[in-house]
DNA sequence: CATCGTGTTTTGTGATCACAATTCTGTCAA
DNA sequence: TTGACAGAATTGTGATCACAAAACACGATG
């Protein structure tokens, strides 16, 4: 249980953005944090810059860590690079699944379902999140698995604290289902096909938030 | 001239690494660096824990970090992703390129040229990296070209090595000079499809040069 | 001769301190 | 009211030290 300290409070960090707890364009400051865990500075420092490394955070030299605030731009950016290399996992993943892990992800859509029939955000989110993290778990490619995981990182702070249970729509599942029948067949091709389908279509859901917040901000 | 320490010991340990200075396996060990560089020993520990964020080392908690060493697995697993983003770096890159960077480009190839003529390989392979760097650099994606950076820093430290004058080509060039010509054209499928097979053509080279690697592992 | 165990050395990790660069704050001048 | 500027407070960076875990060397034991 008792890791690195640095470890662990790069894991809370990590959730943390994931989760959209930290505004873009906050800044995240050493003594701060090192005091809010109780520890002395020097761990955190080595996890934000971890952070930083990975492309979560950005910092000029000398200068306090912040979140980087979403543009169109770099959405589109982010975008364009995970449509390649979670498309390529899908159907990479898609020989190698084996039975329990077509169970889990049958079970996270039952689970999506039933978060979007309630208007459970995070539920939904969450779920999203591990039927695409089982999926391409799957790949059998470490260093894949691993570079997507990083434009994960660099997406989830904006998106989990846009999405409001307003935009919860059947048809996000859709998709879900449509990927996990070809699975089923053992069809990568067409596995790809609903997945890149999956990622434009809540993708493009996203990219609207994003111009709405830009609109509130010009308001207020 | 004077930034951050860390972020200058950072640079000097990349450089070693793509220059492949360090041997695959090899334990970098924060006090010796240290004294080697006549620091103390905090900015190293920043720069080498930087590398394994971006993982061009690799360190288990409570231990030394290490240059990764390559197998046939894990270069096949890098070469996948490679493949995927440097082909849609250069596709993307195709209707960017302006006239100047066209011109490096070309200048890059006529020196490669000569460094195969004269069987200097240090020459070839620094212009060829600053063919390719040039080339993605056009695309306009930063987090692409990033990703990419992070990819090449994990091959390099071992096809540095292993590549000898034995092993210069003029077939080496070919594809370079494919994907030039198609570039002037302004045809991104057909410069895409030259680097990749660039790309494929370079990496079966260095697969077996791996493979003799193991081999002469076993004997010697 | 091989293998395990023990004591020593090495090495990463975290805390504390010193310093310089940045950021903040309040005041003065246009 | 707005802008710049000087002082103070904040904050990242690097050095030094303390400690525990890992790596190592060497002798005991089968």
């Known amino acids: 249980m008792a890791e690195n300290l640095q470890e662990q409070l790069y894991q809370r960090l990590r959730e943390g953005l994931l989760a959209g ?3 873009p364009g906050e800044r995240l ?3 701060d944090l090192a005091a809010a865990w109780g520890t002395s500075p020097m761990p955190v420092r080595a996890a934000l810059q ?3 490394a990975e492309g979560a955070l950005e910092g000029e030299p000398q200068r306090s860590v912040r979140v980087p605030p979403m543009t169109r731009e770099r959405f589109k950016q982010i975008f364009q690079v995970r ?3 979670e498309g390529m996992a899908v159907e990479a993943a898609a020989p190698r699944l084996t039975a329990d892990e077509l169970e889990i992800l049958r079970v996270c ?3 999506m379902d039933i978060a979007i029939e309630q208007r459970d955000v995070q539920g939904y989110l969450n779920d999203n999140s591990q039927f695409h993290r089982v999926l391409y778990g799957a790949c059998g490619n470490p260093v894949l698995l691993r570079t997507i995981e990083n434009l994960w990182l660099q997406v989830g702070p904006f998106f989990n604290r846009l999405f409001t ?3 919860l729509s059947l ?3 859709d998709f879900h289902e449509d990927a996990f029948k070809a699975l089923l067949e053992g069809d ?3 596995a790809r096909f609903a997945i890149e389908q999956d990622l434009s279509y809540f993708g493009q859901f996203l990219l609207n938030l994003l111009e709405l917040d830009f609109a509130q901000a010009r308001i207020g």
């Open 29 to 31: 400051k050493i003594r």
């Open 171 to 173: 048809r996000l599942n």
């Open 109 to 111: 859509m039952e689970r």
């Open 83 to 85: 449509m390649a290399l």
């Open 188 to 190: 990568g091709k067409a």
């Open 165 to 167: 249970e307003a935009d």
């Open 50 to 52: 971890r952070l930083v």
């Open 21 to 23: 707890q930290f505004k």
